[in-house]
């Protein structure tokens, strides 16, 4: 089941110069680079690509609410309030640095790529994953800077958002194909 996602290493990746490390830990699980680029965007095309969407901004929100409850402490801000602030912080972190794009494609792409970049919080994420491997940065230390989390990554969730996202960031033409020496050995 061959598919495509996108893939962002965000400012603090590249910040950290571990842009060699995170493209090797995809290709090594056998996905292939398709089409990349290094750029940046404003924040209207940072808010195309985190839409606002009720369902995750209330998901968002949960997350930070579970985390919290966790160490005893009781969040009172809604749900969806949580998200909106944590959206605004977010689209203004990619809106002021430099960030990699690329599209990324083999046997089942999407959930692979959400596996090697492992949860949304470092802190928690598995050492063996991109972000809990690179990374140590916590809801807390977020709010207490008011910034959004430093997870490195971004990967699309599921294949609607997948093909929607690489819509918006690259163009037809700009998506290569070509055969890995290693695909047959993988896939026949
Ligand atoms: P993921 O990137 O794992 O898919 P989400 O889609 O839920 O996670 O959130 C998008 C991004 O917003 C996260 O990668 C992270 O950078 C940031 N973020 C999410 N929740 C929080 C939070 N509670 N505090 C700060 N930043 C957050
Ligand atoms: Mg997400």
Redesign the pocket.
């Known amino acids: 089941m061959i598919e495509r996602t996108l893939v962002l290493i ?1 400012p603090d990746g590249i910040y950290r110069a571990l842009i060699g490390k995170i493209i090797a830990q995809f290709e090594d699980a056998g996905l292939k680079v398709v089409a990349l680029r290094i750029g940046r965007v404003d924040k209207e095309f940072a808010g195309k690509h ?1 839409a606002e969407v009720i369902e ?1 901004l209330e ?3 949960a ?2 609410k579970l ?1 919290y409850k966790e160490k005893g402490i009781e969040l009172k801000e809604e749900n969806i309030e ?1 998200g909106r602030r ?2 605004n ?2 689209l203004d ?1 990619l809106a002021n640095g430099p960030i990699v794009s690329m599209v990324l494609e083999g046997n089942h792409a999407i959930y692979i790529a ?1 596996k090697i ?1 492992g ?3 470092p802190r928690k994420a598995d050492p063996s994953s991109i972000r809990g491997k690179y990374a140590s940065d916590s ?1 807390d230390l ?2 207490a800077r008011q ?5 490195l ?3 699309s ?1 599921d294949s609607e958002s997948a093909k929607r996202e690489i819509e918006l960031w690259f163009t037809k033409n700009e998506i290569v194909s070509y055969k890995r020496s290693d695909e047959d050995i993988m896939y026949e």
Not at 147 to 151: C, H, I, P, Y
């Open positions: 965000k985190y995750w998901n968002i929100g997350k930070s985390a949580i944590v959206r912080q977010l972190y959400r970049i949860v949304t919080e809801y977020a709010d910034r959004s989390t430093k997870n990554v971004h990967a969730e």
